[in-house]
């Protein structure tokens, strides 16, 4: 299986309240978790970006105050202290453009020896928008095609430079990009730096199959995973690609204990400092698109109907059918009796495996045996330790069944990957 590591950023996966918990800016915290990830032998180190800090009922969401620093710029620092793990920058196709996010990616993978990624994002939230000069132009229904031709405009410009050093002149005419020139970056290590989507929509399932070696996804059982994979695996034949050419890696948390009991209370509880009373209602009131403060947490849901556009929360992905997303919630909270608060726990927390570490590194494998997944992104609670115990508990456990790596035998990300190497076009 393939694992990685997602550097804890400004939402409620992360416990702040807990005493190990430490800065999510300080260079010191980026660089334990890529160490520890390094020792446990994973492919990548995954960061997250955010271009605004996010606003709720007008004010400063309290989850962002402490924001969060430039993704490449950190990898760039990581590159010198690490020497083959994955350097994973989530950098937006939307408010940035193709010349100079080549030159940002190829100058990582010449700095780090060929352990470069971008996981490409879109937005089209002009509430984002605002911070730039183009602010909020896209329509929704645009987001992804320039984002496809923001990506083919990248490999072209990595591609003008031979194998052996020539440069030649690049010229890109469509729809949304019109350029013309010389690439200033000779060709680097990986040829193109891996690229990674993360989304599960229709739209980002057919992008991920026409285009990525990776896509970032979140499922809830084996049996939502087994369809997932069955669905985008299958559409990568329409595109001349093979199986193995995009890897599935959703993002999970792992809680260990001794016993099965004491993970599941580690787990219960980490849930309960994830959704404070005042999370839980900040959560529901993106789904209602009202005030709800006058709500009590520990009490039912809300009986009246969400307002189908809200404009409560800003700079957030927006869910699409609210309406449905409240009716799922009603039906879940009355069939377990469940409150407010329970419910924002039970429906939309991230997947935990839970159990001993015997336990979940039988899950973990099972997942991928049953083509489920190729592998995970593991998302602590914890910044920067909350990878530790797993590393040294649950990795030598996969190795032993000789589902996990017990030495990098490449020096590429690529390699780690088992990805073909692209094939140079113009």
């Not at 219960?268 to 959704?275: G, L």
């Not at 910044?383 to 790596?405: K, Y």
Request: charged residues 25%; hydrophobic residues 40%.
């Amino acid at each position: 299986m393939h694992l990685a590591a997602h550097f804890p950023g400004v939402n409620n996966t992360t416990v702040w309240a807990d005493p190990k918990s430490r800065s999510q800016i300080e260079f010191s915290s980026f660089e334990h978790l890529a160490r520890t990830a390094e020792r446990g032998l994973f492919d990548f180190f995954f960061l997250a970006e955010g271009l605004r800090l996010r606003e709720h009922k007008g004010r400063i969401h309290d989850l962002d105050v402490v924001g969060r620093p430039e993704s490449i710029t950190v990898l760039n620092a990581l590159a010198a202290v690490t020497e083959r793990l994955g350097l994973a920058a989530t950098v937006n196709a939307t408010f940035n453009e193709p010349y100079e996010l080549a030159r940002r990616f190829a100058t990582l993978d010449h700095l780090s020896g060929g352990r470069a990624a971008w996981n490409v994002v879109t937005s089209s939230d002009a509430f984002t928008g605002e911070n730039f000069r183009r602010g909020g132009f896209l329509d929704r229904a645009d987001r992804y095609t320039r984002a496809a031709e923001f990506l083919e405009t990248a490999r072209e410009l990595w591609d003008s430079w031979t194998p052996d050093g020539i440069s030649r002149p690049f010229a890109h005419r469509g729809r949304h990009f019109d350029i013309a020139g010389e690439f200033t970056v000779p060709r680097s290590p990986q040829g193109h730096p891996v690229v990674i989507q993360a989304g599960d929509s229709d739209e980002g399932r057919e992008f991920a199959a026409s285009t990525a070696d990776v896509i970032f996804t979140r499922q809830s059982s084996l049996e939502d995973g087994r369809a997932f994979y069955a669905d985008v695996k299958r559409r990568l034949a329409k595109y001349g690609r093979a199986h193995g050419d995009l890897k599935i890696m959703p993002g999970v948390g792992v809680v260990l204990g001794d016993t099965a009991a004491e993970a599941r209370e580690r787990a219960a509880e980490i849930r309960r400092q994830q959704t404070s009373p005042q999370t839980a209602l900040l959560t529901l009131e993106q789904i209602w698109g009202v005030d709800l403060s006058s709500y009590d947490p520990d009490g039912p849901l809300p009986d009246i109907d969400p307002v189908v556009d809200p404009a409560l929360t800003q700079g957030r992905t927006r869910r699409r059918d609210t309406v449905a997303v409240a009716e799922k919630w009603r039906a879940l909270s009355k069939e377990k009796g469940l409150s407010i608060r329970q419910t924002v726990i039970e429906a939309g927390g991230r997947q935990f495996f839970t159990g001993t570490p015997e336990a979940v590194a039988t899950e973990l494998d099972e997942f991928v045996r049953r083509e489920a997944a190729d592998g995970f992104i593991l998302v602590p609670h914890l910044t920067p330790g909350g990878l530790d115990e797993f590393v040294d508990r649950v990795v030598p456990l996969l190795q032993e069944r000789g589902a996990f790596r017990t030495e990098y035998r490449g020096t590429t990300l690529r390699s780690h990957l088992g990805l073909p190497d692209p094939v140079q076009k113009g």
